[in-house]
């Protein structure tokens, strides 16, 4: 296990030799407990309507240039039966914090995809209710994706204004509350936020491991400019603590956190592919990520769902989008996985599988 400090040091180290040793290790760990089998998700970004205001995001609720939109079930199932056909064992559904999405609506939607598709389904729909959460998992939904985004509360608590009682602590609360109720529970961060120091990146990893989450997404922060924090350019008035909000320091918090939480998943995020087109996705696969949830969002919605600029727009069909990343994982020795792709740290914490 390593320590904080042993964490900020390398979270800082910049030999390129060095690093090397960090990605063989994680790539070590990641191939020693999850294997080669990189899981393919679809993602459909269901609804761009969003009640928060968080400062970061381009869809918030204060962003009025947005064309907002909702998909019918009949849209979303039709993608789910895409999914399906090109083999995956799961969708993503995705959302702002949209209450024209009811919970009976979320569960005639599983119900629905699970009869109809037999896909494992991942819920990321934000902060809900308590009694939804339950409700949908009891439908059928194996799984929920809540970013707490920075593990200090202060940055936290500055980038989210506050609905009636959005502070960090809840979103902590509500990931337990997910792992207690039955869900494969998912999470993950920023990398770079104006204001983010490196102690604080290895408190997020730390915090990965406190919570014994099963599946940890990072991503950089990409500034958007019709947010607050894509305006002012705070991240120049700190220049010695502020974390660079790059490739480079995003794919070394992957594979610190491969090293910390062998046994999670972890994607190698649209954001990372957003910032390295090149090799994005593929660095991230090589430095201790192990999933990858191409967006299937049809056009023109997934030109809308706008939380940062630059997301990869080109039309590629979702057969062309599926054989190019197919022909990556080829080219860098990793295989396709196969079925639901649970999290090996969900079926141990729930004794589906027992450590050898
Ligand atoms: N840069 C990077 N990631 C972002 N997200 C939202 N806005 C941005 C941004 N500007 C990510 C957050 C959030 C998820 C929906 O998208 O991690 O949890």
Known sequence: MLTKEEIVYWLKEDNPDLLQALWQNAGLVRQNHVGAAVHLRGIIEISNYCQRR????GINATNKTVKRYLMSIEEILQVAQTIQGLGYGTVVLQAGEDFRITCDWVLELIKRIKNETGLAVTLSLGERHPDELEAWHWAGADRYLLKFETANPLLFKKIHPPKNKGVWKNRVDILKFLKEIGYETGS????????????????????????DLDMIGNGPFIPHPGTPLGKD???????????????????????????????????????????DRQQGRESGLMSGANVIMPDFTPLPYRQWYDIYPGRMLLYQTPEEQHALLVQM???????????????????????????S
């Not at 968080?54 to 995001?57: A, E, G, M, Q």
């Not at 295989?335 to 027992?354: P, W």
């Open 54 to 57: 968080c400062r970061y995001c």
């Open 329 to 355: 994982l080829r080219k860098i020795g990793r295989t396709v996985g196969q079925g639901a792709g649970a999290s090996l740290n969900y079926l141990k914490r729930t004794e589906r599988v027992f450590d």
């Open 188 to 211: 993950g961060i920023m990398v770079g936020l104006p204001g983010q120091s490196y102690e604080e990146l290895a408190d997020s990893i730390l915090l990965f491991k406190e919570l």
């Open 233 to 275: 350019n705070q991240q120049r008035k700190n220049p010695v603590q502020q974390v660079p909000n790059d490739a480079l320091t995003t794919c070394k918090v992957n594979a610190l956190t491969r090293i910390v939480c062998p046994d999670v998943n972890i994607p190698s995020t649209t954001a990372l592919a957003t910032v």
